[in-house]
């Protein structure tokens, strides 16, 4: 029979349910405390209950927080929380994290007392208050590279010369620019010299290109 904590997990889960749930704004609503998870972890909230503990596994090799009661077993967060803090939990440990072995206030020989005010890495916070739980915020996308109207020079080369890109319509002969290493203006880029011919000139057309340095 799976326990927690000790107890059957049917034990525990009728306990919190006689738990009251007061809501005011202080304290975390089921919603607030689901939308504060990265996306990937939010996912679990409506998965088929027999594809959770391996989903969940996956995520916490992949290094995401996994609260296993409420992630897993569908606890309440709320109630969940209140529980813990009703035994001295101000910490729990997360999916791969080491089991606490002594609950807080309990001392014996040889036993690893729990430690509240030194949360292990990887650790779960126990709290009810809703500004724990701000909303997930993804990070921004890359930005997107450079179109090709923008590039300066054309790389690689044509031997030993660069064909002029687009960006390079304004410069005239012998200015100087400098590249990153896909042709686009950088100020610790690369050194390039702009040539820019007239018919006649070199006993061809008009041409413009670069030369490096």
Known sequence: ???????????????????????????????EYWAAQPSAVQALQNMDPELRPAAALKLAQQGYTIDVP???WNWPPLQTMMLRQ???????????????????????????AYDAGNPPPGSIKVSV?????????????????????????????????????????NLKDLDQVRVDVNGYASATGTLFTFH???????????????TQG
């Open 86 to 112: 009703d035994y001295g939990y101000t910490w729990v440990p997360g999916a791969l994290g080491s089991p606490v072995t002594v609950p807080p206030g309990v001392n014996y020989p040889g036993g690893t």
């Open 129 to 169: 208050l809703a500004s724990d739980y701000p909303a997930f915020s993804p990070p921004p996308p890359p930005p997107a590279p450079p179109s090709n109207a923008q590039q300066v020079v054309e790389l690689p080369a044509e031997g030993p010369l660069y064909y002029a890109g687009p960006a390079a319509n």
């Open 196 to 210: 820019k011919t007239v018919e006649g000139n070199l006993g061809m057309g008009s041409s413009e290109f670069f």
């Open 70 to 72: 409420i992630m897993v």
């Open 1 to 31: 029979m799976s326990t927690a904590g000790g107890l059957p997990i049917q034990q525990v889960a009728a306990t919190l349910s006689t738990i009251p749930a007061p809501a005011p704004s202080a304290l975390v609503t089921y919603a």
